[in-house]
């Protein structure tokens, strides 16, 4: 197991780590996959269009050989029917390259995908470093890769003696055939010879691609402190997140208190509780706390409710009950509706009266809060 600063890689890579390798362009790749595909694509290329490419190609070449004699020796007409007959044999090819340019770049990125950053794409001058070099070469990676050439070349052997075992007299028999016949069949031959190679091939390919994939992973692997420190550096260190969340904190409290002055009715203990409500009739099932807060943050909502000449209840009980069983933004709970239907009755009617004052406390002590609800702090 490769080891980093005395200790073992036994993480697994991060997203990020994961996004910097492929940057780098370190993305697992299966050359014997790639060489997989395109014998096979090529075989099948040559079975659907041999026989138009071969066609195309003889009447090519049987026009090119019955050029009349005025022509062969007029010099302004070479050059020109030079040209004309290279883009008509890429015209009769065309198909075959693009089939094969596809199933090129498709099996490149089938395990890795894509990686056009200029990381990738930048020469590595290490790479020509004589000395590493013959590191990979004697690493067991290379003796990996030196098993897969003996592999493929056995395999392949095999493949190929059984062909001509086969096929022996078909090969000799194909000299004594007609023209156009002889080359069909050799054309035939050539298909299944590269069919036959390439089934041989799949199993050096069904090793390759879990190797390379497992392997791209092991190169990747981090150690304990890799990650502890990748974490600091992605959400920084103990002090940046305290002061981040205590930004944060200061940013909700002020939203908060910016809902007091929108309150129809300030509850408080009156020394340690205070608890901010809003209700609107056509819009809300239940009266809401808008603001609550206890000790200097109690005070805070209280003095910012006189300026806003927000009513201010003295209720004890309601005030620690609503404090301690509803969270901010939430509807009361059930057993509180009547006790809070009567404080906002009772604000509705000293409102309407003109004896209102909206910096005095009104003391309601005595209001139906349920036994489950209550508290005595």
């Known amino acids: 197991m490769a080891e980093s600063g005395g200790q073992e890689r036994t993480e697994q890579a991060t997203p990020k780590r994961l996004q910097q390798a492929r940057d780098k362009g370190q993305i697992p790749r299966s050359k014997e996959l790639n060489t997989l595909s395109a014998m096979l694509v090529a075989a099948a ?49 065309a198909p075959f ?4 340019v596809f199933v090129a770049i498709l099996s490149a990125v089938a395990l890795g995908g894509w990686s056009f950053s200029a990381q990738a ?14 590191g990979r070469v004697f690493s067991w990676r290379g003796i990996m890769e030196m098993l897969k050439g003996l592999a493929k070349f056995v395999l392949v052997s095999v493949a190929t003696i059984i062909l001509l075992r086969s096929q022996v007299d078909t090969f000799l028999g194909i000299g004594v055939e007609p023209l156009k016949q002889g080359l069909a069949h050799s054309g035939q031959l050539l298909v299944w010879s590269f069919l036959l190679v390439s089934m041989a091939l799949i199993f050096v390919v069904l090793v390759d691609v879990p190797f390379q994939l497992w392997d791209h992973q092991r190169q990747l692997k981090m150690t304990r402190q890799e990650v502890r420190d ?10 940046v997140k305290a002061r981040i969340r205590r930004t944060q904190m200061e940013m909700a409290q002020q939203r908060m208190l910016d809902e007091v002055p929108k309150a129809d009715v ?15 009739q056509n819009e809300m099932d239940a009266p809401v706390v808008v603001a609550k807060g206890a000790d200097h943050m109690a005070q ?13 209840l003295s209720a004890p009980p309601l005030a620690r009950a609503i404090y301690r069983s509803t969270e901010l933004n939430e509807a009361i709970p059930a057993g509180l509706y009547r006790a809070v239907a009567q404080v906002l009755a009772y604000i509705y009617q000293i409102q309407q009266g003109p004896l209102y004052n909206s910096d005095a406390g009104v003391s309601l002590d005595d209001l139906p809060i349920p036994d489950d609800l209550r508290w005595d702090d």
Request: aromatic share 8%; proline share 5%; glycine share 4%.
């Open 45 to 93: 290329g040559f079975m659907f269009l041999g026989s138009d490419i071969l066609q195309g190609l003889t009447d090519l070449l049987k026009q090119n050989l019955t050029i009349s004699r005025e022509k062969i020796f007029d010099t302004s007409y070479l050059v020109p029917h030079f040209l004309y007959n290279i883009v008509s044999a890429m015209t009769i090819l």
């Open 97 to 100: 390259f693009i089939l094969m």
């Open 121 to 134: 794409l930048a020469l590595k001058l290490e790479r020509l470093d004589p000395v590493k070099g013959m």
């Open 230 to 239: 990748e974490n600091k550096q992605t959400e920084g260190s103990p002090e």
């Open 266 to 280: 300030v509850v408080t203990n009156p020394e340690h509780y205070a608890v901010a409500l809003k209700y609107e």
């Open 300 to 312: 805070k909502i209280k003095e910012l409710a006189q300026k806003s000449d927000v009513p201010i």
